[in-house]
């Protein structure tokens, strides 16, 4: 299937068929990565890997050589940037492409790959890549397996080393049936890269999340009540500008900020603010009208950024 459609990079949109056929995977994909909120590099890297696949599956249908030619992927940037979210639209994009035979989608941590003892780590990263197998295997926070804690001293994991060990031979023994994309803080992605030559050969592919700005976080924020069919005063969309600001200055102190993560928080501390206003007024709750409890008011907001 050869095609011509891209990524946009306007973001926040809610367009789209909700009646669409498989063939129209790839486009209904790629149009749910394009509504999202920024991630304009990420949008330009995917709209470099769909031109890539496109070439690869059609030369594969031509019987042409593709010579050595992989999908593993790191995605490196803070947490609360979509990395998981993106992941999974991979795997679909991947599937509509016809380079996946399935959209299996298996979400693991150092935790699920590791056994309890000596010698059953092996059958463990075993398990996970058969339920993964045509799909995309998706490891969050990979570089724990490599004993990297982001501490000033690293500490040498057994278990972890020896599931690095199987995953690499079962990445290699199901070249043609497995994505694996890892994902981490960029600086601990970099070094659990470097840290062996086999990883190194087999991830090429580094698609950096950045942080989002100021605006692209207000629109989030947007994006929660617009889903939720909240209405925010003119007063209270000022408001909340001005906190979400200030969130995302003190966030740009601390490697750990969430982003969404936290826009996240901030919005369900505001409804939680706003059903305390509604539930201490001096009207009964069901003589409120719809508005009312669909309102976010500024005082909702003030008390938020006050907690």
Do not use: C
């Given at each position: 299937?050869?095609?011509?459609?891209?990524?946009?990079?306007?973001?926040?949109?809610?367009?789209?068929?909700?009646?669409?056929?498989?063939?129209?995977?790839?486009?209904?994909?790629?149009?749910?990565?394009?509504?999202?909120?920024?991630?304009?590099?990420?949008?330009?890297?995917?709209?470099?890997?769909?031109?890539?696949?496109?070439?690869?599956?059609?030369?594969?249908?031509?019987?042409?050589?593709?010579?050595?030619?992989?999908?593993?992927?790191?995605?490196?940037?803070?947490?609360?940037?979509?990395?998981?979210?993106?992941?999974?639209?991979?795997?679909?994009?991947?599937?509509?492409?016809?380079?996946?035979?399935?959209?299996?989608?298996?979400?693991?941590?150092?935790?699920?790959?590791?056994?309890?003892?000596?010698?059953?780590?092996?059958?463990?990263?075993?398990?996970?890549?058969?339920?993964?197998?045509?799909?995309?295997?998706?490891?969050?926070?990979?570089?724990?397996?490599?004993?990297?804690?982001?501490?000033?001293?690293?500490?040498?994991?057994?278990?972890?080393?020896?599931?690095?060990?199987?995953?690499?031979?079962?990445?290699?023994?199901?070249?043609?049936?497995?994505v694996v994309i890892v994902a981490g803080y960029t600086s601990y992605?970099?070094?659990?890269?470097?840290?062996?030559?086999?990883?190194?050969?087999?991830?090429?592919?580094?698609?950096?999340?950045?942080?989002?700005?100021?605006?692209?976080?207000?629109?989030?924020?947007?994006?929660?009540?617009?889903?939720?069919?909240?209405?925010?005063?003119?007063?209270?969309?000022?408001?909340?500008?001005?906190?979400?600001?200030?969130?995302?200055?003190?966030?740009?102190?601390?490697?750990?900020?969430?982003?969404?993560?936290?826009?996240?928080?901030?919005?369900?501390?505001?409804?939680?603010?706003?059903?305390?206003?509604?539930?201490?007024?001096?009207?009964?709750?069901?003589?409120?009208?719809?508005?009312?409890?669909?309102?976010?008011?500024?005082?909702?907001?003030?008390?938020?950024?006050?907690?």
């Amino acid at each position: 299937m050869a095609t011509k459609i891209k990524i946009s990079t306007a973001g926040g949109n809610d367009g789209g068929s909700s009646k669409l056929t498989k063939d129209d995977e790839l486009e209904k994909v790629i149009n749910e990565i394009g509504e999202m909120i920024g991630l304009d590099n990420v949008k330009h890297e995917l709209n470099r890997l769909i031109a890539l696949s496109s070439v690869v599956k059609e030369k594969k249908d031509r019987d042409l050589p593709v010579g050595a030619f992989n999908l593993h992927m790191v995605f490196a940037g803070p947490p609360g940037t979509g990395k998981t979210e993106i992941a999974r639209k991979v795997g679909r994009m991947l599937y509509a492409l016809g380079l996946l035979r399935k959209k299996n989608f298996v979400e693991v941590s150092k935790k699920d790959l590791v056994g309890s003892y000596t010698g059953t780590t092996g059958k463990v990263v075993h398990e996970k890549v058969k339920d993964a197998l045509d799909g995309v295997l998706f490891i969050d926070e990979a570089y724990q397996l490599a004993g990297i804690t982001g501490g000033e001293m690293d500490q040498p994991d057994q278990f972890g080393q020896e599931a690095i060990d199987t995953l690499l031979k079962l990445m290699e023994d199901n070249r043609d049936r497995l994505v694996v994309i890892v994902a981490g803080y960029t600086s601990y992605m970099r070094k659990f890269i470097e840290s062996n030559a086999g990883l190194k050969s087999r991830f090429t592919r580094t698609i950096e999340f950045d942080s989002y700005d100021d605006d692209e976080l207000y629109g989030i924020f947007q994006l929660f009540a617009k889903q939720g069919h909240y209405q925010l005063t003119d007063e209270a969309s000022a408001l909340a500008r001005k906190a979400i600001s200030q969130i995302a200055q003190d966030g740009e102190k601390d490697e750990s900020f969430g982003n969404a993560r936290e826009i996240r928080k901030f919005y369900e501390s505001v409804l939680m603010s706003q059903a305390q206003r509604l539930g201490d007024s001096e009207d009964d709750l069901s003589a409120l009208s719809n508005e009312d409890f669909l309102s976010i008011e500024e005082e909702d907001i003030e008390a938020s950024w006050d907690n």
